[in-house]
């Protein structure tokens, strides 16, 4: 071949090569997202259906291994796990900083709820073929979680910026509004959603109007109590609880109410579903591991259930009259061994069969030789913290959330719960009619409500009018609602948080700690750092 | 006429004057070396040694010396002394001043390089003799920090920094091994890029060479800018076929055990932290005296106590683990074609049952001139490599258990709970029969290159060079493992296979043009990189039965997760490289990369990196010819850019665009399709900068005894890519963007002295230092700090300090009892860890009393390496340091597990602790570490190693000949024989690291054989 050839062979041959190269080649490749200009009428569909499911992933944890520390923790009837000595923030009130782990977890898991609101509603006029019945449901239920977020933000933490469209760019300049404008935007968003959802949805675990009043009502009786309530707030919130009692009457017992088979009950207003699917379950239900030691650790009881950590007060056990159904249905006096044991207990040999006795918490307490004398282990009421040779804290259990399919799991992954969250049912619907008609002077018709409530858990004698006040409600709404609702929330509304904590709270009574600057959490120290400074500290911390 | 008679008459005498030598040339393992040339001194006249390394010259009779010179070796005048037929051993250059060394896309002497750039050739590598290739670079040149992140065997976990982290990021770059910011350098196989190594075995890595200086990592622009380790793997040598075997067999011992508990001490341990309980409550008046046991332990815990149960955990999982390699490599080749090719097989056992690794290499190359234009040549990498994690529970368990629990039942069978009420922590000797946890690979890497010169000095290469590895990890948990606990529902299987395929295309055209005393060479590359990752994983759980392990996914009764991931990035780049030498004294080089990085924003894709270089061999300036102190001084200057896609800083595929991700929710019992937005989109995203000036100086003293060379270097990184937080008012927590500014600043010096060189004896040693100082300059907006965790660090990015520093309260030693009312003002008691009141305010809060208590990089590092030949032994030795670091110890955070709980208190730390009758500062009290003790928690991780100790024979050559055996050296070494160092945990490399998944820290000792035939 000739020299001048290979020359030409060669430069055609890097040529060809150099000459492939085009922008194409750097084109992202995307099988895993879908673009946003995109969207269909279904894509507002699952928008919405975002909104319900991050609601209820944070509603069930906030992020793994942290649960449900702002709702009752720190309060007269929940406490932390330990023995009565050393700090906490969040239960004590000692040491409580902006750089709270949970405060700042809580405050942007409200955020994203809020966010994801906003992109379902900024973008439904995006979004062609959308049928405007959709679009107002689709709103409407958008606004409804919206709504309770702020709710629950400016209860914990008073006045936060109020962003209300989606955002498309990084912005850092917010300024907090007043809790009054919160609670405009709260009450006005509710309103909207009562107006455009249904009354009965078709579809189990949507928001019905009755959700909306329910929500509604519990924003009205709380704003009822601020200096800047609206006159008509108790009223309002009488009235709209009353339409939910009307549309959804009382299960005839509480043991019928809580039981597994039959969580679908008319009581019910608004639940968060899980189910057996694993895709659409997301992290799972994890009520059923609230309240529990580590009852396991002793002779006869296998690893069925992991707890939580918090525990309810001596004095929560202590509010339940004898006859009161509501204690055998939320919480077991009794452990029952779910594996066989020979061994000693109480200084004595035993043999321990499935089924048998493994543990007792009586409700009055035993004499040390009636102790002595059992075949499993006895923990009298006074003695439910302190060192018994096996764990530090020991209390009935609750059963109240029991999903009893569901295998043993660490708090830190998904939880697997499958069973229904209640989130509103009219057994609340009673107790909010009750304290707004209490707060309306009323104390009469607060007097039927309760009596009505307190019937179906076979406490007959009706409520006197008298004997009814904010403490009376409070201890009502701790017998019917522990673990469902917002203790603090409540604690908080009815200007009760410090002297309840320090009355009945050991570890927090104990240390002495809680004022009034409490009565706001610590805005996360993220916020105020990423914000450049335009969100503000509560005042204390 | 007299004249031309005269001249006649020499010339016929002098040709009448020569004679004939013959010879053989060896190396210093005395293989016979073929293409060494010989050269009749003062004259042109001169040959090769043949492929047997013989040679034949003639000579003039009256010359004294011939000189031989190879690649590699030491040019040695032999004095003829009248001999005629000569046996001459060349020995290795230590300088290696003629060694080639790789720069990317070319090479170059090592004399003529004009950046920063060091090598660990094979000789080092086959040397320091460890398992995996990361660990043969740690402490072997200056300025390449490696630490190992990860003890158990086959584990890929290193952090490897080359002149200090330059980008600021948060997240964790080795599995769980603790925070190290930065990222690891770019690794070049090859020429195919590779973020680990692991694949590799030592023994066929031919060299290392590592661009340190933004010049010699400009050629690899956006990839450079963590520096690039370029590794070029055994290639094929012309010369009859040469037979390679070497092999060791040996064991692993765990050491360096931290102290606890044992039996007695557990229950005085007990006892110290019901009191420290009473005095954190104030209570100073409680005494162990009133300590009663049956409050906090079991009536079980009493009667072992009773029984002198005192078990020793630690001890009962520790096994030796068996270790041994066996590599073969062949290689030979005419002057058309030469071909190299190898097997391996390594395997490398832990310390604690289950854990192993096994690893098979099967490699081959061959190159070929098919015309005098053209070249072919194919190359072959496999590896095949299975490596069991085995328990990440068994070690943890081992430490958290009391010594008072039974390990065994009273027929001898394994118990499960060691103490009935401890339902938490099992029996860790279960966890070896029922913890699987296994992945299996195979990677091939491979290449074909033509090369065209279609005229003299122009060459054509473009070379296309895949990377394949398929992966698959299979997890299984049987009943009794920990996690499963006794739960059938919870058996779990787990299988994850990944897929990943990239390639490299390089077409690089190489100009070389010398003309008199200009010598220019020429290089452009145009290349393209392409990298796709698929995913798919599938958990399943309850399960009737233990013995399908994974293999039998349907049999689960429970699907946990089933999920499939894509990602896929590309990158291109056209870059050009001048040479130019003037005189061969003065080196210039120019570099300039354009680059296009998928992951970035449209519209910024693209950026220019330039880099200049310039050196100045001194040496050769006549002026330096009469003086006799320097033997080699040569200046070298280079200022270059090179640039950071931002995947050190966590930017991954699609990142910088707002898009639709899907989940699942359950409306109405049904599963819903859910929508939600990704992230905010940055359109504005760009390159992040490193601009990096370099000056370095190349020295050799009294004839070379005494060479190395100072490098001195300010790195600057700008728009530094950063997953910048946002208030999560706006429902995102951050956004990526070009934010922030650091410098390092730093000097590396190596030195090679030759001790002694006498007659049968020699002793070189090989020392390295650098110390990096780093430095945050700016941070976005007007911000100064940033605060972060990462594994229970606390850690600060603040203007004007490093990268990576600690802040947290100032350990300021223990409150003693006679300071109980100043501690009262600070609402402590004594017995706990007291901090400084650093603005005197009788408070600590954490906006004035929290400080840069430290840094997690080390302030310098350096290393030793040492070797002495006497006769046919060798003695060698390598010594490696890190200084100046600290971080939050996972083993004294986890010193005192459950001291507010006596009746759950795990096994603790045995350190002298703070009691009242022991007033020290060392410890505090058990039960009262009060609200500041993670203060004492940050340690010290300074260590001192020594990487081996080795011994060597080589067989003499009577027996060799005998057997026909070119060279055989048996050898004994002990691997990482010793540590100094004040930590006292488990291993200060990885003192971060979270003690799940955890391993010891072990010495290997080792014997072997180097056979070539």
Redesign the interface.
């Known amino acids: 071949m000739k020299y001048i050839n290979k020359i030409i062979i060669g430069l055609l041959f890097f040529t060809g090569l150099s000459l492939t190269g085009c922008d194409s080649f750097l084109e992202e490749e995307n099988y895993t997202s879908q673009s946003v200009e995109s969207a269909s009428a279904e894509t507002f569909d699952q928008l919405v259906a975002y909104v319900y499911e991050i609601s209820r992933e944070y509603t069930t944890h906030y992020a793994s291994d942290l649960y449900y520390q702002l709702e009752d923790l720190g309060t007269d009837v929940v406490t932390r796990n330990s023995l009565i000595s050393g700090t906490s923030d969040i239960n004590d009130y000692v040491n409580f900083h902006s750089t709270n782990w949970a405060t700042g977890v809580y405050w942007s898991n409200q955020y994203e709820i809020i966010a994801a609101a906003n992109t379902a509603i900024d973008n439904a006029d995006n979004i062609e073929d959308l049928d405007e019945s959709t679009k107002a449901i689709g709103i409407g239920e958008a606004k409804f979680f919206r709504a309770m977020a702020y709710f629950n933000m400016v209860e914990n933490y008073g006045g936060v910026p109020l962003v209300l469209n989606q955002i498309t760019t990084a912005e850092t300049n917010y300024v907090r509004a007043s809790e009054e404008e919160v609670y405009t935007q709260v009450v006005q968003d509710l309103k909207d959603a009562l107006s455009s959802v249904e009354e009965s949805p078709e579809e189990y675990g949507t928001v019905s109007k009755d959700a909306v009043r329910h929500l509604l009502s519990k924003v009205l009786l709380t704003r009822g109590y601020k200096d800047f309530a609206e006159s008509s707030d108790f009223s309002d919130a009488a009235s709209y609880a009353e339409t939910v009692i009307s549309n959804h009457p009382l299960e005839s017992t509480f043991a019928e109410l809580t039981d597994y088979d039959n969580q679908r009950n008319d009581e019910v207003i608004f639940a968060y579903l899980f189910g057996s699917n694993s895709t659409s379950r997301g992290w799972g239900n994890s009520k059923h591991m609230m309240y529990k030691f580590r009852f396991y650790d002793y002779h006869g009881l296998s690893r069925t259930v992991q707890g939580l950590g918090p525990m309810p007060t001596p004095f929560y056990y202590s509010l339940f009259e004898d006859d009161d159904e509501r204690a055998e249905s939320t919480f077991s006096r009794v452990l029952y061994c779910t594996e066989a044991y020979t061994g000693t207990i109480n200084g004595h040999s035993v043999t321990m069969a499935v089924g048998d006795t493994a543990m007792y918490f009586p409700k009055e307490a035993w004499s040390e030789d009636k102790i002595a004398s059992a075949d499993y282990v006895v923990t009298n009421p006074d003695d439910y913290i302190g060192n018994d040779g096996i764990t530090d804290v020991h209390y009935p259990i609750f059963n109240k959330f029991d999903d009893p399919d569901i295998a043993f799991i660490q708090p830190d992954q998904e939880t697997s719960g499958e069973r229904d969250m209640v989130i509103m049912r009219s057994g609340e619907a009673y107790l909010i009619a009750a304290e707004a008609y209490l707060k309306q002077s009323n104390a009469t018709k607060a007097a039927e409500y309760l009596t009505s409530l307190r019937s179906r858990a076979g406490l007959t004698t009706a409520v006197n009018a008298s004997d009814v006040d904010i403490d009376f409600i409070l201890d009502e709404r701790a017998r019917e609602l522990t673990g469902e609702v917002s203790r603090w929330m409540d604690l908080k509304r009815t200007n009760t948080l410090i002297d309840r904590v320090l009355a009945h709270n050991p570890h927090a009574a104990y240390n002495n700690k809680i004022d009034s600057h409490h009565l706001l959490r610590p805005i996360p120290q993220d916020e105020i750092d990423n914000s450049g400074g335009s969100i503000t500290q509560n005042d204390g911390y | 006429m007299l004249v031309f008679a005269l001249f006649f008459g020499i010339s016929l005498s002098s040709w009448g004057q020569t004679q004939q030598i013959t010879g053989v040339v060896f190396d210093e393992n005395n293989s016979t070396i073929p293409g060494v040339s010989i050269v009749e001194k003062g004259t042109a006249n001169g040959t090769i040694t043949d492929i047997n390394g013989k040679f034949t010259i003639r000579v003039q009779k009256t010359s004294q010396f011939l000189i031989f010179s190879f690649v590699g070796f030491e040019t040695q005048e032999i004095n003829l002394d009248e001999q005629t037929s000569l046996s001459v051993k060349m020995k290795p250059a230590v300088i290696g001043l003629d060694e080639v060394v790789a720069i990317g896309y070319g090479s170059v002497k090592k004399s003529d390089l004009t950046g920063s750039v060091s090598s660990i050739d094979h000789r080092d590598i086959e040397q320091a003799n460890k398992v995996d290739a990361i660990s043969a670079m740690q402490g072997q040149t200056a300025g390449v920090v490696v630490q190992r992140t990860d003890n158990k065997p086959g584990a890929g976990g290193f952090n490897i920094r080359i002149r200090g982290a330059s980008t600021i990021n948060s997240n964790q770059t080795a599995s769980q091994g603790g925070y190290n910011p930065g990222s690891n350098p770019l690794f070049i196989v090859d020429g195919v890029f590779f973020d680990d190594i692991s694949f590799l075995n030592p023994s066929d890595i031919e060299s290392m060479n590592i661009l340190k200086d933004a010049s010699a990592t400009a050629i690899y622009g956006s990839r450079g800018s963590s520096g690039v380790v370029i590794i070029e793997t055994k290639k094929g040598k012309e010369g009859r076929m040469k037979v390679n075997y070497s092999n060791y067999f040996g064991f692993k011992q765990a050491y360096h055990l931290p102290s606890i508990q044992d039996a007695d001490g557990y229950v005085q341990y007990l006892k110290d932290v019901v009191v420290g ?2 005095y ?2 104030g209570n100073l008046d409680y005494s162990t005296d009133d300590v009663d046991l ?8 009493r009667k072992n106590i009773a029984d002198g149960v005192n078990t020793d955990w630690v001890d009962l999982i520790l096994v030796k683990g068996f270790q041994t390699n066996h590599t073969i490599n062949l290689t030979g080749g005419n002057d058309k074609t030469v071909y190299s090719a190898g097997l391996a097989y390594t395997r490398d056992e832990g310390t604690v049952e289950g854990e192993d690794f096994s690893r098979y290499n099967v490699r081959g190359n061959l190159s070929s001139d098919l015309t005098d ?1 053209l070249n072919l040549s194919v190359s072959n990498y496999m590896t095949f490599a299975i490596q069991n994690t085995g328990s990440w529970e068994a070690f943890r368990s081992a430490y958290r258990l009391k010594p008072i629990g039974r390990a065994y039942n009273d027929d001898g069978s394994l118990r499960y709970y060691p103490i ?4 938490q922590i099992t029996n860790p000797l279960f966890e070896a029969d029922n913890i699987t946890k296994e992945t299996k690979y195979l990677q091939w890497v491979g290449d074909i290159a033509v090369k ?1 010169t ?2 003299k000095n122009l060459t ?1 290469t ?1 070379k296309f060079s895949p990377n394949i590895k398929f992966t698959r990890y299979g997890e299984y948990r049987g009943l009794y493992s920990k ?1 499963v ?3 059938s ?2 058996r779990r299987a787990q299988v994850n296979n990944y897929n990943y395929f990239s390639y490299t295309w390089d ?1 690089i ?1 190489n100009y070389k043009y010398n003309t008199g005393d200009h010598a220019f060479e020429l290089t452009t590359v ?1 290349s ?1 990189y ?1 990298e796709r990752d698929e995913e798919y994983k599938v958990q399943v ?2 399960f009737t039965t233990d013995s399908y392990l994974f293999y039998n996914l349907d049999a689960g009764l ?4 089933v999920s499939s ?8 780049s056209y870059t050009g490289r001048i040479n130019y030498s003037y005189k061969n004294k003065y080196l210039f080089t120019l570099t300039g990369r354009y680059d ?4 970035l924003a449209d519209g910024n ?1 693209w950026a220019f990196f330039p880099s200049a270089a310039f050196a100045w061999k001194i040496m050769d300036e006549s002026f330096m010819q009469d003086q006799t102190i320097f033997s080699n001084a040569k200046l070298r200057l280079s200022y270059g850019q090179t640039g950071s896609n931002g995947e050190g800083g966590g930017l991954g ?2 990142a910088t ?22 992230g ?3 359109e504005d995203l760009t390159w992040e900068k490193t601009t990096e000036i370099n000056l370095g100086l190349d020295f050799g003293f009294l004839d070379n005894k005494i060479f190395g060379s100072v490098d001195v270097y300010n790195r600057k990184n700008t728009d530094i890519i950063f997953y ?12 990526y ?1 070009n934010v922030g500014e650091s410098t390092n600043k730093g000097i590396e010096i190596s030195l090679t002295t030759v001790n002694i060189d006498k007659g049968d004896f020699k002793w070189t040693t090989n020392f390295n230092f650098a110390s990096n100082k780093n430095e945050i300059d700016k941070l976005y ?3 100064e ?2 605060t972060y965790s990462v594994q229970s660090s606390d850690l600060i990015h603040r203007v004007g300090e490093a990268i990576g520093s600690l802040y947290y309260y100032e350990f300021d030693g223990i409150w003693q009892l006679d300071e109980a009312d100043e501690a009262a003002v600070y609402g402590q008691t004594p017995g706990q860890v007291k901090v400084k009141d650093l603005n005197n305010d009788g408070k600590i ?2 906006d004035d009393d929290r400080k840069v208590i430290g840094q997690v990089t080390p302030k310098w590092t350096g290393g030793i390496t040492s070797t002495m030949n006497y006769k046919n032994f060798d003695f060698s030795f390598s010594i490696l340091t890190s200084q100046g670091n600290k971080i939050y110890s996972s083993f004294h955070g986890n010193a005192f597990s459950y001291d ?5 208190l795990f096994n603790g730390y045995d350190v002298d602790y703070w009691t009242p009758d022991n007033p020290t500062n060392k410890w505090y009290q058990p039960g009262n570490g009060g ?1 500041y003790q993670n203060a004492i928690k940050y340690r010290d991780i300074s260590y001192t190693k020594i990487g081996y100790i080795t011994l060597g024979y080589k067989l003499p050559r009577s027996i060799l000949d005998r057997l026909h055996i070119n060279n055989l050296r048996v050898y004994g070494t002990v691997q990482n024989p010793f540590i100094f160092t004040d930590y006292d945990g488990w291993d200060p490399e990885n003192a971060g690291r979270n003690t799940w998944g955890g391993a010891f820290m072990s010495r290997t000792f080792l014997a072997g054989i180097n056979v070539n035939f």
């Open positions: 309980n009473e954190a409550t049956t409050k906090y332990l079991s009536e079980e815990e234009w009935a009420k401890e339902t065209l279609p005229v054509i473009s996690s606990s006794g739960n529902e919870n077409n055209v145009m393209r392409l759980r309850n429970n699907i946990k997760d991931d894509f990602e896929k990035q590309t990158l291109e296009g990085s998928s992951i894709k595929p699609l665009q707002s898009l639709l991700g899907s989940s699942a929710t359950n409306i109405n019992g049904s599963a819903i399709s859910t929508a939600y937005v990704t905010l989109a940055n910048v937080p946002l208030p999560t008012v706006t429902g995102f927590a951050g956004t963007d907006g007007e911000l700090d940033i809060d954490p507010d709980n006596p009746s759950r609200s």
